[in-house]
């Protein structure tokens, strides 16, 4: 049986983000990636997306860059199946490629994300009247009493929406219980129709053991995100005992077929999510997504309003630039 070929190139590419995206990791002002093109010998071309997060645990985009400038320009899926664990961003974007990529539509619902601090009082009303009904609003960036009472307004959200906290690891310990208490005191609140669905990453990475404990100690469900970054992250928490909710961003999780292979076996509560990819990682992520997310979660892929929107033939014209 012959072996099948690939003529690979790669480009590199920025995208501004509308604004900067405060966490509690520090301001994003652009996403940079790199776009891989494959052509087979029929002339057939896909593409995939190398787009890592370095302080989620990813590669570099520096380590992404190099790993593609030694490779061959003729791969072998061999070859792409043999990347290493250490290189999760550059597994998704090079099995990516090899597949089928088709633009099709999904049904899943997605969160919006917020703005941090007193900007989200305003953007979730266009998100809403976009139709988004599950909101996603990053805290531990200003000063945990202003925070609260911001909660406070965002509890005043129209009948039937849902609002997700994260965190972004950038919690103490006294202030993952503060949020957790305030949490479950508006739960019971019959004043409040809004939904806090989770609380995300409280606490850093290393403080694993710590939020397994916080999520037996509250009614709040507590979602793990920096801390199953990559599939080999993932299946560490869950061999730990980790059964609340896993965010999971396929971009940067590893090869995606290891991935479908893990929540196909384990069953777990996953919320698939952006990490503001182009459309070539995006159409890769929802399809994973679709089949394999948690039916009554919305996607975390509400982020396009966030980004400076692309010019029609942005990849064609990455592609005549070189």
């Known amino acids: ?57 990813s590669e570099t985009i520096e380590q992404a860059e190099t790993f593609c400038c030694q490779l061959p320009q003729e791969l072998t899926p061999e070859m792409i199946f043999s990347i290493p664990d250490t290189l999760p961003a550059c597994q998704f974007g090079f099995e990516s490629a090899l597949a089928e990529v088709r633009d099709r539509e999904h049904n899943l619902e997605c969160c919006g994300l917020l703005p941090a601090g ?30 609260l009472e911001i909660f406070e307004k965002l509890m005043r959200l129209p009948v039937s929406a849902k609002l997700r906290l994260d965190a972004n690891g950038g919690l103490s310990y006294s202030q993952a219980n503060l949020w957790l208490q305030r949490c479950d005191r508006t739960s019971e609140d019959p004043t409040i129709s809004v939904e806090v669905e989770y609380l995300e990453q409280p606490l850093a990475v290393a403080e694993f053991a710590v939020m397994l ?6 009614k709040c469900a507590i979602a793990l995100d920096e801390s199953v970054a990559t599939l080999q992250q993932l299946q560490e928490c869950y061999h730990k005992g980790w059964r609340g909710i896993f965010i999971i961003k396929p971009a ?19 919320v ?16 994973l997504a679709t089949e394999l997310s948690s039916p009554h979660r919305a996607i975390g892929f509400g982020v396009d309003h966030l980004l400076q929107e692309a010019d029609s033939h942005w990849l064609e014209n990455l592609w005549n630039t070189r």
Request: with cysteine; aromatic share 18%.
């Open 1 to 57: 049986m012959k072996i099948p070929t690939y003529q690979f190139e790669f480009r590199y590419y920025q995208r501004q983000f509308q604004s900067p995206l405060h966490t509690s990791h520090g301001n994003w002002e652009v996403r940079t990636g790199i776009i891989l093109r494959f052509t087979d010998k029929m002339g057939k071309v896909s593409y995939g997306e190398i787009a890592p997060i370095r302080w989620f645990g």
């Open 118 to 147: 007193n900007a989200a009082l305003v953007a979730w009303q266009r998100l809403w009247e976009e139709g988004y009904r599950t909101f996603k609003w990053k805290i531990g960036v200003e000063a945990i009493a202003q925070e």
């Open 213 to 218: 404990e916080l999520s037996r100690s509250y």
């Open 252 to 270: 940067i999780a590893g090869f995606p077929s290891r991935l479908r292979q893990f929540c196909h076996k384990y069953q777990i509560d996953a």
């Open 272 to 287: 698939f999510s952006s990490v503001f990819e182009t459309e070539i990682g995006r159409l890769a992520a929802l399809r």
